[in-house]
């Protein structure tokens, strides 16, 4: 069995989506929720699932990304994944800490990279006027957004759409994607995934 790590900052739909996910005959199981604030919602909707939960707060580290990044490691290690999941994860992470994680760390954008990295993607897309919108599942690498995608989903952008009203329909097609790249990830297969 694989042991995966989900590195949250917020409410983790997108975590609880992989934690369920992880039954039956699926190759992983959750081994860590990991936030880097003790105000994350998903803490305790990941602990009312029996994952063990850790806080690495980014805070007390002012700024100094070598020194946070130390502390998560530690407490990563402790918990020995195979696998780290970034899901709503908002800090950026350095190639430092990134290259420990090579090919095993995985992320969940919100737009159809390579379009639109960074934040406020539905925005953009609606200012671009965009007709489609969707989700990338990409494996991480030391530029932000970039790396291998290994799935995504696509949703039609509707007439009178707004950031909230996009955001809400790519959210639903983030929680049945990314689970599904991790189901196939696990076990090796790394073809891109098209839903
Ligand atoms: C998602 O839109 C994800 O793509 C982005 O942050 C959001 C996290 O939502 N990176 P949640 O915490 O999983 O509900």
Do not use: W
């Amino acid at each position: 069995m694989k042991r995966v790590a989900i590195l949250i900052s917020g409410g983790g739909s997108n975590m609880i989506k992989l934690v369920e996910s992880m039954t039956g005959d699926h190759a992983a199981r959750p081994c860590l929720v990991l936030a880097n604030s003790a105000d994350a919602g998903g803490l305790a909707k990941a602990a009312a699932l029996g994952v063990p939960t850790a806080v690495v707060d980014h805070r007390p580290h002012k700024g100094d990304r070598e020194s946070f990044q130390a502390e998560l490691l530690e407490v990563l290690h402790a918990h020995q994944p195979d696998i780290i999941c970034l899901a709503g994860f908002m800090r950026v992470l350095t190639a430092s800490f990134i290259e420990q994680f090579e090919g095993r760390m995985l992320n969940i954008h919100p737009s159809l990279l390579p379009k639109y990295k960074g934040l406020h993607t539905h925005q953009r897309a609606l200012e671009a006027g965009d007709t489609e919108a969707g989700c990338t599942v990409h494996e991480v690498t030391a530029k932000l957004d970039d790396g291998p995608v290994l799935g995504q989903a696509r949703v039609p952008v509707l007439e009178g759409d707004t950031a909230d009203t996009l955001a809400a329909r790519v959210l639903q097609q983030e929680h049945a994607l990314y689970p599904a790249v991790l189901k196939r990830f696990v076990t090796g297969d790394r073809a891109l995934l098209e839903l």
